[in-house]
């Protein structure tokens, strides 16, 4: 059968590349300023990033798909550098991207990260609003939705609204009668009890509502830094749901370290969809890849 290889990877957060003013951290950006410098600093490094990028990069994938907190203050700089990164990876066409909530930390952040990430975001047909989106690659349909919304300090909430909805259920259903493989993916993980209240999706109800109406094969999230699985309802059975550890943490902090998904989709003789997951990650202090996980989800 033909194979399409999808590589999921999230959460990079690039650092600031140089301390940021005083003036620029005013409002929540103090608080996440405070926070990278007291913990995730010493748990997150460029390096592991570039490692993991090296590695993902020799895998010769069809598409990659990054499920947001690409940066963490939505500094110019950060948005910059994170331009050059993804650039590096491939062509803009091969590429598919949607925001976390570091990339819309402060008023304004949503429509410069717009511009400076559309080559990664413009679907494949003019729209009024920049999510969702669908972009078909070969026999593949990518539909990204944003979560990221502005929130005060010390809450990473997300949000899935309506309109959203509405234009998530119209791509499904029309990437699904033309026999599509459908992957949506959205930065907050769509499931109750994935994370804590102040860090949980508002819309989780409606997200699966769309799901199980219109059907999907799989569903992509960041946020959590876990390379997790699990399953909500769709049309024609359970649709798999999945995490990835952050692109950029490294192999001895308090969470898995840093790692991508590698997806397989292709179909069989009966003509029915078929998906592996291979899970690669940062396997020792030395910044060896190793396979973490090798599974058929269906």
């Given at each position: 059968?033909?194979?399409?290889?999808?590589?999921?990877?999230?959460?990079?957060?690039?650092?600031?590349?140089?301390?940021?003013?005083?003036?620029?951290?005013?409002?929540?950006?103090?608080?996440?300023?405070?926070?990278?410098?007291?913990?995730?600093?010493?748990?997150?490094?460029?390096?592991?990033?570039?490692?993991?990028?090296?590695?993902?990069?020799?895998?010769?994938?069809?598409?990659?798909?990054?499920?947001?907190?690409?940066?963490?203050?939505?500094?110019?700089?950060?948005?910059?550098?994170?331009?050059?990164?993804?650039?590096?990876?491939?062509?803009?066409?091969?590429?598919?991207?949607?925001?976390?909530?570091?990339?819309?930390?402060?008023?304004?952040?949503?429509?410069?990260?717009?511009?400076?990430?559309?080559?990664?975001?413009?679907?494949?047909?003019?729209?009024?609003?920049?999510?969702?989106?669908?972009?078909?690659?070969?026999?593949?349909?990518?539909?990204?939705?944003?979560?990221?919304?502005i929130t005060p300090p010390f809450s990473a909430a997300g949000y899935f609204g309506i309109r959203q909805a509405q234009d998530m259920g119209f791509f499904l259903q029309k990437a699904g009668a033309l026999g599509l493989f459908r992957i949506v993916m959205i930065h907050h993980p769509p499931l109750y009890h994935a994370t804590g209240w102040n860090k949980?999706?508002?819309?989780?109800?409606?997200?699966?509502?769309?799901?199980?109406?219109?059907?999907?094969e799989l569903v992509l999230h960041g946020h959590t830094h876990l390379p997790t699985l699990s399953f909500i309802s769709g049309t024609h059975g359970p649709v798999p749901v999945v995490?990835?550890?952050?692109?950029?943490?490294?192999?001895?902090?308090?969470?898995?370290?840093?790692?991508?998904?590698?997806?397989?989709?292709?179909?069989?003789?009966?003509?029915?969809?078929?998906?592996?997951?291979?899970?690669?990650?940062?396997?020792?202090?030395?910044?060896?890849?190793?396979?973490?996980?090798?599974?058929?989800?269906?």
């Amino acid at each position: 059968m033909t194979v399409f290889r999808l590589v999921h990877l999230s959460d990079i957060h690039l650092p600031p590349l140089t301390p940021p003013s005083w003036r620029q951290l005013m409002g929540k950006r103090m608080t996440g300023y405070i926070n990278w410098t007291l913990k995730r600093e010493k748990k997150m490094a460029k390096c592991v990033f570039d490692v993991l990028a090296c590695h993902l990069r020799e895998k010769n994938p069809d598409h990659i798909a990054i499920s947001g907190d690409i940066v963490n203050l939505s500094l110019d700089s950060e948005f910059a550098q994170a331009r050059q990164e993804i650039e590096a990876l491939g062509h803009a066409k091969d590429i598919s991207l949607v925001f976390g909530n570091h990339d819309v930390y402060v008023p304004g952040a949503f429509n410069k990260a717009c511009q400076i990430f559309m080559p990664w975001i413009i679907g494949d047909q003019p729209t009024k609003h920049f999510f969702p989106y669908i972009r078909i690659r070969n026999q593949v349909a990518i539909i990204g939705v944003s979560s990221a919304i502005i929130t005060p300090p010390f809450s990473a909430a997300g949000y899935f609204g309506i309109r959203q909805a509405q234009d998530m259920g119209f791509f499904l259903q029309k990437a699904g009668a033309l026999g599509l493989f459908r992957i949506v993916m959205i930065h907050h993980p769509p499931l109750y009890h994935a994370t804590g209240w102040n860090k949980r999706l508002w819309g989780i109800r409606l997200f699966q509502d769309v799901i199980s109406s219109c059907g999907a094969e799989l569903v992509l999230h960041g946020h959590t830094h876990l390379p997790t699985l699990s399953f909500i309802s769709g049309t024609h059975g359970p649709v798999p749901v999945v995490g990835v550890a952050s692109a950029s943490q490294d192999f001895e902090g308090d969470q898995p370290p840093a790692g991508y998904n590698l997806f397989e989709a292709g179909k069989n003789r009966k003509q029915e969809w078929q998906c592996y997951l291979t899970r690669y990650g940062i396997s020792d202090r030395d910044y060896n890849i190793g396979v973490f996980m090798h599974d058929t989800l269906y």
